[in-house]
């Protein structure tokens, strides 16, 4: 069995692809690079690039970056870096320290701006042999900038071994960039044609110049291949559009959809509701300070935590205050704007009053690129697929709970819930705690797109009153499809009218829209319907 196992493992060991190395070409190769002539160093680069030993690489990235010498007395090659008057040495080739030495000892290898390209070139030749594909395709990047014919050939070989499918559309619209300079009208169209299917820039900035072209094939199909990719472009910039405008719509719902329940069962004009928001970003804050090195897991913890303190806080103001201003709205409205500066206050004393930063976790950080135009920034992708997480958890309470029932009944006839046997002013401090501590969660999702701070509530407490208004007061799915539809509304109207004069717009808008639908897009008949 023993013997069975080591005959498997010697096949498995002499059938793996090896990479044929010349050393007579390097060591040639590295002769001529010694030399002052700079087209012996040009065929010298090429011949490192082809011999294939794996130490080209170091040597030519030194040699573009100009730490490459010769040692005077033995011919040494080396990579030396100043240090002060003197250079610190090490082997080229092996990595030796070799200690330090005088200038006068030491002579550097000079190139020009030619040597650059072609080392530049070989690099990226070098590279496209890599087996990591990020690496590929940095490689054929770093190509797109010297697209010579040489470049070019290179590019058909590695073209024909690629696997990779995002590395061979990038390999083939670099062929096809670099057969644009083609003296051939047919190579040129059939470019043309390759590159119009292309979103990358260079796509662009390669086929604007042609537009102008002696010849008027080539000045016409140019012209139809930047007009499919403008086309294509606006296409995307509009759907990213789209994305920001959802994104904005979903924190205008997480916002307003705990105002919606308070507002739409007890009619309550809660202005410290802005406040409330503030507090679960601050226990998000709070928490990641306990736990800095664990940004994932704080974010997690803080969820319940934000809804508890929140809910807790809002829960002490219904039963403190609220209780007593039931039926006295502008009363009520006051009572809550001090509660709001005493909220904000008390942060700025007991924490801070400058803005602290919250962390996102790594898998919130970074954009998905989908193509060369459109990305989306995974912070806010994740927190829309959130707001309709907390949208679904928060209508499952409100129709599948023995208190969704009660806050239904409430809210369509509080008398008649009372004589049924409903403790309405449990149920009053109960919707009120929902509410709020929702608007805790709202805290936490907004801590990962923005700073924290006393202030943060007063940017979207008059958002989510516009919110739930337009929406319908109580309806959950009003506040669902307005939150949506308003944070859409602005960042389409944003490029043209500005975002201040988007947002007026927008106001104006709502105002003659209630005009006409005073109890919004879906009515709800509840006690602040029927005073």
Do not use: C
Request: neutral net charge; glycine residues 8%.
């Amino acid at each position: 069995m023993r013997r069975r196992i080591v005959i498997f493992l010697l096949a498995m060991l002499f059938s793996l692809p090896t990479i044929a190395v010349d050393s007579g070409l390097f060591d040639s190769a590295l002769e001529l690079l010694k030399g002052g002539d700079f087209d012996a160093k040009e065929k010298a680069i090429a011949d490192l690039a082809e011999s294939g030993d794996p130490r080209t690489l170091g040597l030519l990235e030194a040699l573009y970056g100009g730490d490459l010498w010769i040692k005077k007395d033995d011919q040494t090659l080396l990579i030396a870096e100043r240090d002060g008057r003197e250079y610190k040495i090490r082997d080229a080739l092996t990595g030796t320290d070799l200690g330090v030495v005088k200038k006068r000892e030491i002579d550097k290898i000079k190139i020009n701006n030619t040597l650059r390209d072609a080392i530049k070139s070989a690099i990226a030749t070098i590279n496209l042999s890599d087996p990591d594909p990020k690496a590929r395709t940095q490689a054929v990047n770093r190509m797109l900038d010297n697209l010579d014919p040489d470049a070019v050939a290179t590019l058909r070989k590695a073209l024909a071994k690629e696997s990779d499918p995002g590395v061979k559309e990038l390999m083939e619209l670099a062929v096809a960039l670099g057969d644009l300079k083609s003296d051939e009208k047919a190579m040129k169209l059939a470019a043309i044609e390759a590159v119009g299917n292309s979103l990358h820039p260079e796509a662009r900035n390669r086929l604007r110049p042609l537009t102008e072209d002696a010849d008027a094939d080539v000045a016409k199909a140019a012209k139809k291949s930047l007009k499919q990719i403008e086309f294509r472009v606006d296409a995307y910039g509009q759907l990213e559009t789209v994305f920001f405008g959802l994104s904005l719509g979903s924190v205008l719902v997480l916002a307003a959809i705990g105002l919606a329940i308070t507002f739409g069962v007890m009619g309550v004009i809660n202005m410290a509701h802005g406040e409330l928001i503030m507090l679960g970003a601050y226990t998000t804050y709070l928490i990641q300070q306990a736990m800095p090195s664990l940004p994932g897991v704080s974010l997690f913890l803080s969820l319940p935590a934000a809804f508890i303190v929140a809910g807790l806080v809002g829960i002490v103001i219904e039963r403190s205050v609220i209780r007593f201003l039931y039926g006295r709205p502008l009363e009520t409205l006051l009572a809550t704007f001090g509660i709001s500066l005493i909220l904000q206050q008390l942060v700025r004393t007991v924490i801070s009053p400058q803005n602290v930063p919250v962390s996102n976790p790594e898998w919130m950080s970074g954009t998905w690129e989908i193509n060369a135009v459109l990305s989306l920034t995974y912070n806010r992708l994740y927190i829309f697929l959130f707001s309709l997480l907390v949208f679904a958890a928060l209508y499952l309470v409100l129709k599948k709970t023995s208190l969704g029932l009660q806050v239904r009944a409430v809210s369509q006839n509080r008398a008649m819930a009372r004589a049924m046997g409903v403790r309405s002013q449990w149920v009053d401090a109960m919707t009120f705690g929902l509410g709020s501590g929702v608007a805790g969660v709202a805290g936490v999702a907004l801590s990962q797109l923005t700073n924290v701070g006393p202030n943060l509530g007063q940017s979207y407490i008059i958002d989510s009153f516009m919110v739930v208004v337009f929406g319908g007061v109580g309806n959950l799915w009003g506040t669902l499809v307005a939150g949506l539809s308003l944070g859409v509304a602005n960042k389409v109207l944003e490029p043209w009218a500005g975002a201040v004069l988007a947002k007026i717009l927008v106001l104006v808008f709502i105002i003659l829209f209630i005009q006409k639908r005073p109890r919004g897009l879906f009515p709800q008949k509840g006690r602040a319907v029927e005073g």
